[in-house]
């Protein structure tokens, strides 16, 4: 059977199963992963197998595809609501999670502290017990990791969390998006981190090498990642087979990296260090300088906002820079994490290759 251009065309008047027959004949039939992931929590990627990590990023090909590119309608969130809490400001994580959630058919509601009682007239107990019963999902944005611990501990639905001071997982699903499309694979690749020791650095630690990717970190002295995350990263790169370095110096982290990446020097709620900060950080910038260091294919990643101290605008806003695609993909993972916490849902599309 030959598909011609009126073929073609009428794919976009087929519906139901004639329309999943002829999404099998064009892209093969779907690979299946014995992946459940219905009614859990995502505070850490640490507690999601490899398998699981490739099965959220599959979703999130699936429905980037199917909605942005193929144009359809999936209500997927259709009369579910999600609690937003968020005790810090935020751009990416509000728009991708309340738009993500709204396009499914869902209904987003977005709490700051100046809106619910949270930690104040209310215990957080109170609160994850309140919500459990109104709300389908919570996503909270928070400065205390240990809180969402609280809260998941409380709550009967799933808690994700939208960063915390320990981890940013959300983000880091849209970073291996972002590799996956570009890179075509994530398998091999070296990721290097230059800049401080934070919750995005530690959500990378804890997942590339389950990934197969390998990891170069350069950090100041004084300024390393979690010591309890480094040993679990030492355990995976040992477990996975990947290389793990954790130096000073930035132009030795750099060497022969696919993935330049660097966040923020001074977080909200770190203001009173700037000055120590920007001192410390001295050297730090990513430049092409920096690049000349890494492999020939290598881009550069950063989850935003950017500041110029941490990289000069030739790199940002080079044509090797995929910060405004990686943006973007924060949509759609968030969008995977939440179809794949709260339904049944499988990817239609074929499994991409990691």
């Known amino acids: 059977m030959l598909l011609n251009v009126r073929n073609i065309f009428s794919i976009a008047k087929l519906t139901g ?12 039939a ?15 990627l640490q507690n999601y197998t490899a398998d699981e990590l490739k099965y959220l990023l599959w979703v999130a090909s ?4 199917r909605i942005k590119h193929q144009g359809e309608y ?30 499914l058919g869902g209904h987003p509601s977005f709490l700051t502290t100046q809106d619910i009682h949270l930690g104040t007239n209310e215990s957080l107990m109170d ?39 320990l981890y940013h997982p959300l983000q ?29 650095l530690h959500s990378i630690m804890i997942s590339a090498a389950k990934l197969g990717m390998h990891l170069r970190v350069a950090t100041p002295k004084g300024f390393e990642p979690d010591l309890r995350i480094t040993k679990i990263t030492e355990q995976y790169s040992k477990e ?3 290389k793990l370095l954790l130096t000073t110096d ?50 550069f990643l950063h989850c935003l906002p950017r500041k110029p101290e941490e990289v000069d605008d030739e790199v940002f806003y080079s044509p090797r820079s995929l910060v405004f695609q990686e943006a973007e993909n924060r949509k759609w993972t968030i969008m995977a994490v939440m179809v794949s916490l709260l339904t049944d849902y499988s990817p239609q599309l074929q499994k991409p290759t990691f």
């Not at 209500?75 to 396009?103: C, N």
């Not at 999902?137 to 960063?163: C, F, Q, S, W």
């Not at 398998?187 to 995005?200: E, F, Q, R």
């Open 240 to 242: 996975y087979g990947t």
């Open 127 to 165: 609160t994850a017990r309140v919500m459990s019963s109104m709300t389908n999902a919570i996503l909270a944005r928070v400065y205390k990791h240990n809180d969402l611990d609280l809260m998941t501990k409380e709550a009967t639905i799933p808690v994700i969390n939208g960063l915390s001071n």
């Open 30 to 44: 779907p690979a299946q992963m014995n992946v459940h992931l219905k009614g859990r929590d995502l505070l850490t």
């Open 74 to 103: 999936l209500p997927l969130m259709q009369g579910k609501s999600l609690a937003m809490i968020f005790e810090k400001r935020s751009t990416r994580t509000r728009l991708s999670a309340e738009t993500g959630f709204a396009l």
């Open 250 to 299: 930035p132009l030795e982290a750099a060497d022969g990296a696919n993935v330049l990446v660097t966040d923020t020097w001074i977080s909200m709620g770190q203001e009173e260090e700037k000055k120590e900060r920007l001192k410390a950080f001295q050297g730090y910038q990513i430049t092409m300088q920096t690049a000349r260091s890494a492999a020939s294919n290598w881009t």
């Open 172 to 200: 880091i699903l849209a970073d291996y998006l972002t590799l996956q499309e570009h890179y075509g694979g994530l398998n091999g690749l070296t990721i290097t981190w230059i800049g401080d020791g934070n919750n995005v």
């Open 62 to 65: 699936d429905l980037k595809q």
């Open 17 to 28: 199963t004639s329309k999943q027959l002829l999404r099998h004949f064009w892209y093969g």
